[in-house]
T-cell receptor, first 114, second 112 residues
Framework: EAQVTQNPRYLITVTGKKLTVTCSQNMNHEYMSWYRQDPGLGLRQIYYSMNVEVTDKGDVPEGYKVSRKEKRNFPLILESPSPNQTSLYFC?????????????FGNGTRLTVT | GESVGLHLPTLSVQEGDNSIINCAYSNSASDYFIWYKQESGKGPQFIIDIRSNMDKRQGQRVTVLLNKTVKHLSLQIAATQPGDSAVYFCAENSNTGNQFYFGTGTSLTVIP
């Protein structure tokens, strides 16, 4: 089944403890992206990747890192999480940016930082 | 920056009626638009898309209308069912940018 898989689904952590949220897609998509979703603010882009080894900042990149060593994986790293990073996170992928193809989303990771 | 907004935050309809959800966008260079459905506890799910060279596109029970003159997008759901209850939001991008911009969503409630 074609899908975007995020892990974990739920995560509770403490301020300053490094964490990684994994994202994997099995559709051979070039474009991948991370979003956070907060009430009243909608989906805001954190980082995106047009292809392997190419990553760029989105609208809210502060406090986050990403890597794209392989086409299928796009992990989101929080080196030193803070309470304002408590949010619902979504990974998404699409065939390619130039193809005007829709984003396919994972089921989300709900992160709580205390 | 770009803004993508929705006219109403909530919408309630009777089962069997048609639903219309609206979206306004501000970037005149936007050329690709998508409607997503998000159910509680799930990620956004693709419903239908439309490119700027079209003004209407139909799917199964859904129709998207694009009015580029007033930068307005709408999603029509025919014969709304309880399973249609969800948050719906639009997204747009342009070839001059590298990201999608999303509206904040309209919560649709279908009354049995």
């Amino acid at each position: 089944e074609a899908q975007v898989t995020q892990n974990p689904r739920y995560l509770i952590t403490v301020t300053g403890k490094k964490l990684t949220v994994t994202c994997s897609q099995n559709m051979n998509h070039e474009y991948m992206s991370w979003y956070r979703q907060d009430p009243g603010l909608g989906l805001r882009q954190i980082y995106y990747s047009m292809n392997v080894e190419v990553t760029d900042k989105g609208d809210v990149p502060e406090g986050y890192k990403v890597s794209r060593k392989e086409k299928r994986n796009f992990p989101l790293i929080l080196e030193s999480p803070s309470p304002n990073q408590t949010s619902l996170y979504f990974c998404a992928s699409s065939l390619s940016w130039s193809a005007n193809s829709p984003l396919h989303f994972g089921n989300g990771t709900r992160l709580t930082v205390t | 920056g770009e803004s993508v907004g929705l006219h109403l935050p909530t919408l309630s309809v009777q089962e069997g009626d048609n639903s219309i959800i609206n979206c306004a966008y501000s970037n005149s260079a936007s050329d690709y638009f998508i409607w997503y459905k998000q159910e509680s506890g799930k990620g956004p799910q693709f419903i239908i898309d439309i490119r700027s060279n079209m003004d209407k596109r139909q799917g199964q029970r859904v129709t998207v209308l694009l009015n580029k003159t007033v930068k307005h997008l709408s999603l029509q759901i025919a014969a709304t069912q309880p399973g249609d209850s969800a948050v719906y939001f639009c997204a747009e991008n342009s070839n001059t940018g590298n990201q999608f911009y999303f509206g904040t969503g309209t919560s649709l409630t279908v009354i049995p």
